[in-house]
Nanobody, 126 residues
Framework: QVQLIESGGGLVQAGGSLRVSCAAS????????MGWFRQTPGQEREFVAT????????TYEDSVKGRFIISSDNAKNTVYLQMNSLKPEDTGVYYC???????????????????WGQGTQVTVSS
């Protein structure tokens, strides 16, 4: 079992930056594929960014490429999503997800993940 706890959401003006964090419990953190998703009311959960176990491969959703950076601190069992040049359309609840998976396939569908955090709200005002 893995527990994920997100933090760091908030309200920011368009063009600003915010970093959200995901603290994971459990062992063998580096053997998990980790991803970030976001969701707005009435919409499906949308892929934002992910990296494979060992942090070898990183993939971003097209609209956030060049603005968002996913990273991790394995010593702290924590994954981060640095969000720069934020836009109002980035508003949503951001969720961290994990799957114990040792492979090079990039996981971009929410159905591929087994563990989820409770989410943290990010609001970008125009």
């Amino acid at each position: 079992q893995v527990q994920l706890i997100e933090s760091g959401g908030g309200l920011v003006q368009a063009g600003g930056s915010l970093r959200v964090s995901c603290a994971a419990s459990g062992r063998a953190f580096s053997s998990y594929a980790m991803g970030w998703f976001r969701q707005t009311p009435g919409q499906e959960r949308e892929f934002v960014a992910t990296f494979t176990w060992g942090r070898t491969f990183t993939t971003y959703e097209d609209s956030v490429k060049g603005r968002f950076i996913i990273s991790s601190d394995n010593a702290k069992n924590t994954v981060y999503l640095q969000m720069n040049s934020l836009k109002p359309e980035d508003t949503g609840v951001y969720y961290c997800a994990a799957k114990e998976f040792v492979g090079t396939t990039v996981l971009t569908s929410p159905f591929q993940y087994d563990y989820w955090g409770q989410g943290t709200q990010v609001t970008v005002s125009s």
